[in-house]
């Protein structure tokens, strides 16, 4: 079973303040997706990155993947309230049958305060 | 275009009592997966179709979990009987092939089940 630990657990925040969550894992993911997922809703893609090493900017959002594809990580520049919500990173590896399987951490909740 | 729907939004059993939910994924997606995500932990996967056969059943508790899609469309799963611990938002969802490495995920609201 390959694990993804996810830190901070929680992290609260003043609106504007940077911040960043890590994701890592002993495994080699082919891919690793961070979500979001808001009370009550079920998680949203933000991005998915594939090649070690690889930078993706979102908006305010900027994720990195590890050289070896073991560990993510996700920063978030100037905060605002709406960017509160839980973060989790989810690695993708061959599930043996020729399809993909998703493997979740469990979160980063994150709240900015106003 | 819809997104993939579920029911009901909650459910309150008794332990020892039976539940099902339902999902219809978003059309056209051939893998539908059901996910269990217990508070304060991430989305744990139960299992995961590919049209309407299993492609991993791994961590579904066969011996009270059971879940179908006849049709390649849309799907059911049963919890029978309930045990306090099944407490969590059961989540489904679909994606259109299950077979490339940085598919999205489409998640639906989720079923939220409190077993007393």
């Known amino acids: 079973t390959q694990l993804l630990e996810q830190s901070p657990q929680f992290l609260s925040i003043q609106e504007g303040e940077n911040l960043t969550v890590y994701c890592n894992s002993s495994s080699v993911f082919s891919s690793l997706q961070w979500y979001r997922q808001e009370p009550g809703e079920g998680p949203v893609l933000l991005v998915t990155?594939?090649?070690?090493?690889e930078v993706k900017k979102l908006k305010r959002l900027t994720f990195q993947f590890g050289d070896a594809r073991k560990d993510s990580s996700l920063h978030i520049t100037a905060a605002q309230p709406g960017d509160t919500g839980l973060y989790l990173c989810?690695?993708?590896?061959?599930?043996?049958?020729?399809?993909?399987?998703?493997?979740f951490g469990k979160g980063t909740k994150l709240s900015v305060i106003p | 275009e819809a997104g993939v729907a579920q029911s009901p939004r909650y459910k309150i059993i008794e332990k020892r009592q039976s539940v099902a939910f339902w999902c219809n994924p978003i059309s056209g997606h051939a893998t539908l997966y059901w996910y269990q995500q217990i508070l304060g932990q991430g989305p744990k996967l139960l299992i995961q179709f590919q049209n309407n056969g299993v492609v991993d059943d791994s961590q579904l508790p066969k011996d009270r979990f059971s879940a179908e899609r006849l049709k390649g469309v849309d799907s059911t799963l049963k919890i029978q009987p309930a045990k306090l611990e099944d407490s969590a938002v059961y989540l489904c969802a679909s994606s259109f092939t299950g077979f490339r490495t940085n598919e999205k995920l489409f998640f639906g609201s989720g079923t939220q089940l409190s077993v007393l």
């Open positions: 989810a690695g993708a590896a061959d599930s043996g049958a020729g399809s993909y399987q998703l493997t």
């Open positions: 990155v594939v090649t070690g090493g």
